[in-house]
């Protein structure tokens, strides 16, 4: 039988920046993430690709045409492809899409810089497939002071961001995270994309945070799983799976495969959202594999194909966890779990 070849394996290089820096550990470099990454296999198998976010110092989003050929040159040196990109849509160069007229017009010139290395790097053909991912660059707290007009404000920042990715041919997905505002909770969430009502704006989702969403941090009336939930109780985690999944599968274009164990972390800068654990952790409270399913799959057990990579994402783990190859293939070797469970092949 044939081993599945889609959906393509990537993962993320921003955890080599997220939570790192001040007031926490350095920052792991762009080349050595790129390196730890084509190292990693498996039975033969490798990743196929990165996603990477558009920030300092692995990458200036500023960078002129001659830059962004050097990113193609230096990540295909490795055998990887690249897939979705992250648009630093955050304070100071960016700004909140709440916020005031100026920090919303930074906020989708960020998005129009991050389209344009996009769309160059699909051109130059090491980039088959992806989005460009972005938030709302606002806290739950600030949103919470006027929530109905927050999320019109965003909404309006997203559109404006929306029809300027439109220009470039590409697509925008917004990460549903706790620490965003108007996406903290998966009715937020769904409240923002159909207020923006754009056909080239998606949800990405993130195993381990959205697995936060069923549990109410932030937003505590929008709970799935009722307070006093017991881990042990896998069917009825099973059950809250369903109801959300079925609730933001419509929406999701992108992917992140991920761990959690239930709890909120931050490190460095990094406000606090989930715990990203490794893919062995024994506290992590997802089953990897069987989970992925319930984004991957229809309500009627049908694959979606929704998307062509999925990526893992693992942020704030400590570098002595990050610069261990074991730490990678045992990553992989989950990635490829989910692809044998809920891939396809293609000849």
């Given at each position: 039988m044939q081993q599945n070849n889609w959906p393509k394996l990537h993962n993320a290089t921003w955890p080599g920046i997220v939570g790192k820096g001040e007031g926490s550990e350095p920052v792991i470099a762009f080349d050595?993430?790129?390196?730890?990454?084509?190292?990693?296999?498996?039975?033969?198998?490798?990743f196929d690709g990165v996603?990477?976010?558009?920030?300092?110092?692995?990458?200036?989003?500023?960078?002129?045409?001659?830059?962004?050929?050097?990113?193609?040159?230096?990540?295909?040196?490795?055998?990887?492809?690249?897939?979705?990109?992250?648009?630093?849509?955050?304070?100071?160069?960016?700004?909140?899409?709440m916020g005031s007229a100026d920090e919303r017009k930074r906020f989708v010139e960020q998005?129009?810089?991050?389209?344009?290395?996009?769309?160059?790097?699909?051109?130059?053909?090491?980039?088959?497939?992806?989005?460009?991912r972005i938030d709302s660059a606002s806290s739950p707290e600030s949103w919470a002071k006027d929530p109905a007009g927050n999320t019109r404000l965003i909404a309006q920042t997203f559109r404006?961001?929306?029809?300027?990715?439109?220009?470039?041919?590409?697509?925008?997905?917004?990460?549903?995270?706790?620490?965003?505002?108007?996406?903290?909770?998966?009715?937020?969430?769904?409240?923002?994309?159909?207020?923006?009502?754009?056909?080239?704006?998606?949800?990405?989702?993130?195993?381990a945070h959205t697995l936060l969403y069923l549990m109410g941090y932030n937003a505590p009336e929008d709970r799935i799983l009722p307070a006093d939930f017991e881990w042990s109780k896998r069917t009825a985690l099973q059950e809250g799976l369903k109801k959300l999944t079925a609730a933001l599968r419509p929406w999701t274009?992108?992917?992140?495969?991920?761990?959690?164990?239930?709890?909120?972390?931050?490190?460095?800068?990094?406000?606090?959202?989930?715990?990203?654990?490794?893919?062995n952790d024994p506290n992590g409270r997802l089953d990897i594999a069987a989970d992925a399913g319930f984004w991957l799959r229809d309500e009627k057990g049908e694959l979606t194909k929704a998307f062509r990579h999925i990526c893992w994402d693992g942020c704030m783990f400590p570098n002595e966890k990050m610069t261990q190859p074991g730490t990678w293939n045992n990553i992989l070797a989950a990635m490829i779990k989910v692809r044998n469970q809920h891939g396809w092949y293609e000849a």
């Open positions: 050595e993430m790129l390196k730890m990454t084509a190292a990693a296999e498996v039975d033969g198998v490798k996603d990477i976010g558009l920030f300092n110092p692995h990458f200036d989003v500023n960078s002129n045409d001659d830059g962004i050929k050097k990113l193609a040159d230096k990540v295909g040196a490795y055998g990887l492809e690249i897939g979705s990109l992250v648009a630093p849509i955050w304070p100071p160069d960016g700004g909140s899409a998005v129009r810089k991050s389209c344009h290395i996009a769309k160059r790097l699909r051109e130059i053909g090491i980039r088959p497939n992806g989005v460009v404006e961001a929306c029809d300027v990715a439109a220009d470039y041919g590409e697509k925008l997905a917004a990460e549903g995270e706790i620490c965003w505002g108007g996406m903290h909770s998966w009715k937020a969430m769904i409240d923002t994309l159909e207020a923006t009502d754009r056909p080239n704006l998606g949800f990405q989702a993130d195993m274009i992108d992917f992140h495969v991920a761990q959690n164990d239930g709890t909120v972390h931050g490190t460095g800068s990094h406000d606090k959202t989930g715990r990203h654990c490794l893919a």
